[in-house]
C-alpha cells in the first residue's frame, strides 16, 4: 500500500546517528563541567542565595573610673522597629503605630527613610519604650504585621559625672568609617561604633566581637527560617576599661561650671593620668543613646554657646600671662639674665613710638623676677623678651609641650600656635613683623594660641622639673581572663632645661599664690603647697579669658591644673579661686578615701 | 479487525520506546512533585495532580492511535492537518493568554493548536514527500512543503511564539533530508536564513560568503543557478542591516523579544545563572529530593515548565541526569533506526519527523538550562508541566509506534 519504498542511504543514515549522539556528548560533558568539576564553586553560589548572615554586637565594654565606680554602663532598652517591605504591604500600620507610640506619623515616615537599608531589614522607629506602651504594642501584635519589638542593650551614664567630651557616644556607622574598617571586616552599616572621644579612641578594646546567625532567605529575600547546617557564631563582649578619672572630683568640678564657659584638666604630672577634665557648657550623652532624633541634633549643634564643642582639647585661646613663665625660662636657660636683673617698671614700656602698658596704671616699680612673676609684671617681660629674642623663645615654648598635640587619648586636640620666625616670616611677610609682636607674644596675647590641655601639661612639666607624660584616660582594660592590662603612653624627660631653672620658677609661682603682692592667692590650699600663675587673656570677641595655671604638692602627690573661665575677667580673680576649690575638694576625697577602703584603688590590681 | 491482527499489533510493539517514554514521565512526574512541593499554595500542588491526569489521557490516547490501521493516518493526514490549521486560525482570531493569543477555550478547556499542529505537519509532510510521483530531483517538489510548513509558521508566529515557529522549521529540514531531497536543495533553504543572521557582523558574514562560494564551486550546478545564489545570498546580507536599521525603534524592541521569551524582569541572563547555579550545586549526587535550596526558595525561574530539568539537575544530581540523557538519547536513536528499517517511506519520514521533533525540544531545552542555548521557552517532553504539549507527546509517540506497526504486511 504505502506506495514508495523507504530508501535511504546509509550516509544520510550514520550522519544523522552521528550528528544526534555527538550533540548529545557535548551535553552529557556541560553537565559533567557544572555538577562534577565546578560543583563546590556553584554549591558556594547557591549558599550566598539563600543564607543572609545576620550579625549582632557583644555587649559593649563597661568604663570606671580610678576607683571602680561605674561610668557607662550597658542597659537595656525596649525598641521598635519594622521591615519596610512589610509596611508598604499594608500601609495603615505606620498610622496605628504613631497612635501607639504617640509620634507624629510624619516623623515615624522620615526615620523609615534615613534608617533604610533594605526591603527585609528592620529599621529601628523608637527605643526607651515604657512598659505601658509595649503591652499596648503586644497585644495588638497580630494587626501590626512587619513590626519587631526588641530589648537591646545601650549606654547607660551611671555616675553624677556627666563627662560628655571625654566618653564620647555611639552613632550608626557611617560610609567613611565603614570604609576604614573595611580592612577588618569588623562592621557593617547600621552597627554601633564610637563616633568620638574615648568610645572611639577604644573602639578595638571596649566593641568586642560580634556573633553571627544565619537565616534562610527565599529568592525576594524574605526570611524562611535558620540554616540548619550553620551553627551560629556567639559574640564576645567587649573589656572593660578603666580611666584615670575621678567620677567624684569630676563631678564636683563640672558643678563649678554650672553657669560658666571653660574648661578645666586636672592632671598627675608624673604619669599623666588625668583626674578631671571639663569642658563647659556640656550636654546630656544619653539622648544619643538608642535612636536620636534629628530634631534634637541640631537643637545641640545649632546652640551659640557650643555645647558639643570639646573646648579643653581642641579650644585655642590667648594663654595671658601665664606664659610669661616661658620667657622665664627661656632666659634663664639661655643665660640671658640672673633672677636678680631688675627692670624699673614706670606702668609702661616704650617701643618706637608705641608704648606698651603694664596692667598696673603706674607701674610695678623696680622688680626682679620674682617679683615680676609673682605681680605678673608685663613691663619686666617686655624688657626681658628684647634680650631672649624670638627663637629661644619660641624653642622653649614648644619644649614646654606647646604648637602641638598632647597626644592625649582622645579622637581630636588642637595643636595651637607658637608663632616662631618661620611662622611670622609666612604670616606678615620677611621683614613685615617687629618687636611690637613680640611684646605681646610674651605676655601671651597676639598669635599665641594654647589648649587648656596643653596648659595643664605645661604646668605639670614645671612642677616636676621636666617630666614630660602624655596626657591620657585610659588606664587598663579588663581582658576575658580577668586580669587587668594597663594600657602605656610615652614618657619622658626634658634634657634642654637645668633643675636650678625651674627651681627659680618655682620660687616665682609659689610666690604668685603666697606672696604679698601675689595675683594667685586664692588658690591656696590648706595643707598643701601651691605653686600658680594667672592669667587675663585679652580677646577681640568680648570680655577678657580667666586663666589660671597651678600645680599642688600635698604629701607624695603632685597635681597639676589648668583653670580657664571664658569671659570670665581677671584670672586671680575668677579662676583662681576654682582652682583652690577643686583642689581643696581632691585632699577633701583622698581623706574620705583613707578611711573607706583604700584597696579598692585601681593602682594594685593591674599587671603590667 | 480480526483476532489474528490484534495478535500482529500486540507483538509488534515496540515495547523499548513505550518503556523509556513511561521512565522519563515517571521522573518527570517526580521532578514536578518537588517543583511543585512548595509554598503551601494548593494551586502548584494541583499542577501536580493535573499533569497526571493529562499523562493518563495522554496514555489513552496513545494506545488508541496505536490501534488504528496504519492505512488511517496514511488517508485522514491532510485532514488532520486540514482541522489542526483550522483551529489554529480560530486562535488567532479569538484566542485567549496573557499578552498572546495560544490557548483555544473548549468547554473550560484551554488547549493550544499550534502543539497538535506539530502532528499534523509530520503526517501531511510524510504523505507528500511518500508520494510515488515525487521526482526528488525537481526543486518544484519543495513547494508544498514550504507551504505546508510556512502556513502554521506565519500563524503561530503571530501570536508570538518564535519557539513553536522554530519547531516547525526544524521538523521540515530532517524529513527533507530523509526524503533523499538533493544536499544542495537543503543549503539553499539555510543559506538565506545564515546570511541574514551573520550580516550583522562582518568578518562572521564575509567567512560566510567564502563557504558559499566554495559549496557552489563544487555543487556542479549550472553558472546561472550558482550566481543567482552568490548574489541572492550576498544582497541579502547587505540589505539586512539597512532594513533593521529603517526599522522603528519599538519594532526593534519587539522583533529582539521574540529571540528571548522570557517574561522575568531580571532577564534572561539571571534565569540561565540561577538554572546553572542549580544544576551545579546538585553535584554528582544532588541534594536530595526537595531539598534543592535554589528549587525551593524560588531562585530557579519557571522550574515546573521551561526549567524542570534544572530541578532533576540540583535534586537528583549528576548521576540520574546522566540517565535520562542517555534515556532521551536512546529513545532518539532508536526512533531513527525504526525509521532506516520502516516498511514504506510514510511510515519512515513519520519516524524520522517524530524523532526530529522530540530531538528539537529535549536538545534546545536542556541546552538552554544548562545554559549552552538561549532562552527561548520550548518545554521538554514528559518533563515540563502543560497540558496540550504532554498530551501532544503521547499522542505523538502513539503516531510513531503506529507506524512502526504492521511492518510485514
Known sequence: MFVSDNFVGRGRYLSLMVVVAGLFLILIGRFYSLQIHQHQKYVSQADANRIREVSHQGPRGLIFDRYGALLVDNRFTYMLSAIPWELQKSPRVMGELSQYLDLDNQKLKSRLKEGYRGEFIPVRLASGLTFPTISRLEEHRLELPGVILSNDPIRYYASGARLAHVLGYLREIDRRDLEKFRRTKKYQLGDLVGFNGLEREYEDILCGEKGYRYIQVNAIGQEIGPVEDRDPIQPKPGYNLYLSLDAQLQAYTESQFDTLRGSVVVLNPNNGEILAFVSAPTYDLSIFSGAIDAADWRALEADSTRPLFNRAATGTYPPGSTFKLVTAVAALQEKVVTPKWTVNDPGYYQLGRRRFKCWKPYGHGRVNMFDAIEQSCNVYFYTLIRKVGIDAWAKYAKLLGFGEPTGIDLPEEASGIVPDRKWMDNRYGKGRWTEGHLLNMTVGQGNVLVTPLQMAKYVGILATNGIVATPHFGVAYETEEGQLQQINYPRHQITEIDTSTYRIIKEGMHRVIYGQHGTGWRARVPGADMYGKTGTAQNPHGDDHAWFVGAMMHEQDTLAVAVMVENGGGGGHTAAPIAGKILRKYLQLQEERKVEAPSRMLSGRISQ | ?409
Not at chain 2, 493550544?112 to 515525487?134: D, N, T, W
Not at chain 2, 510556512?150 to 511564539?161: C, G, H, N, S
Open chain 2, 1 to 409: 479487525m480480526n483476532r489474528q491482527w490484534l495478535r500482529k499489533k500486540i507483538e509488534q510493539f515496540d515495547w523499548s520506546i513505550f518503556l523509556v517514554v513511561i521512565a522519563l514521565f515517571a521522573v518527570g512526574l517526580i521532578a514536578l512533585y518537588s517543583a511543585t512541593s512548595q509554598g503551601g499554595s494548593g494551586a502548584l500542588r494541583s499542577n501536580f495532580h493535573k499533569q497526571i491526569l493529562w499523562g493518563a489521557i495522554g496514555l489513552l490516547l496513545l494506545l488508541g492511535v496505536y490501534l488504528l490501521e496504519k492505512k488511517v493516518l496514511y488517508e485522514w493526514s491532510y485532514i488532520f492537518y486540514g482541522i489542526i490549521f483550522l483551529l489554529l486560525l480560530v486562535t488567532l482570531v479569538v484566542g485567549t493568554g496573557a499578552g498572546s493569543s495560544r490557548w483555544l477555550q473548549v468547554a473550560g478547556i484551554r488547549i493550544q493548536p499550534s502543539e497538535f499542529m506539530k502532528v499534523g505537519l509530520i503526517l501531511a509532510l510524510a504523505k507528500y514527500l511518500s508520494s510515488h510521483r515525487l521526482n526528488v530531483n525537481n526543486p518544484r517538489i519543495l513547494i508544498i512543503p514550504f507551504l505546508l510548513t510556512l502556513l502554521p509558521t506565519a500563524i503561530v508566529f503571530q501570536q508570538p511564539d518564535l519557539g513553536t515557529a522554530m519547531v516547525y522549521a526544524a521538523i521540515l529540514l530532517p524529513m527533507l533530508f530523509w526524503a533523499n531531497v538533493p544536499l544542495f536543495y537543503l543549503f539553499t533553504i539555510i543559506a538565506p536564513v545564515i546570511s541574514v543572521i551573520t550580516a550583522f557582523h562582518f568578518a562572521s558574514f564575509a567567512i560566510w560568503i567564502g563557504l558559499l562560494l566554495l559549496v557552489l564551486y563544487f555543487s556542479q550546478r549550472t553558472l546561472l543557478v550558482n550566481i543567482s545564489h552568490f548574489i541572492g545570498n550576498v544582497s541579502l546580507g547587505l540589505v539586512t542591516p539597512a532594513l533593521w536599521n529603517s526599522l522603528k525603534p519599538y519594532q526593534q524592541t519587539r522583533i529582539m523579544t521574540l529571540f528571548d521569551m522570557s517574561l522575568d524582569p531580571k532577564g534572561s541572563g539571571y534565569q540561565v545563572l540561577q538554572s546553572q547555579t542549580a544544576i551545579g550545586s546538585g553535584g554528582l549526587w544532588g541534594r536530595g529530593l526537595g531539598q534543592g535550596t535554589q528549587t525551593h526558595l524560588k531562585f530557579l525561574p519557571e522550574q515546573h515548565t521551561d526549567f524542570i530539568f534544572s530541578v532533576v539537575g540540583e535534586e537528583l544530581g549528576f548521576i540520574v541526569v546522566l540517565i535520562l540523557l542517555l534515556l532521551f538519547l536512546l529513545l532518539l536513536i532508536r526512533l531513527i533506526h525504526l525509521s532506516s528499517e520502516a516498511r514504506g517511506k510514510f511510515s519512515g519520514l513519520v519516524l524520522i519527523g517524530g524523532a526530529a521533533l522530540l530531538f528539537f525540544h529535549i536538545y534546545v531545552n536542556i541546552a538552554m538550562t544548562a545554559g549552552l542555548m538561549p532562552v527561548t521557552g520550548l518545554p521538554l517532553p514528559f518533563f515540563s508541566y502543560g497540558g496540550s504539549f504532554l498530551i501532544m507527546c503521547f499522542f505523538l509517540v502513539g503516531v510513531l509506534l503506529n507506524s512502526n506497526s504492521e511492518r510485514l504486511e
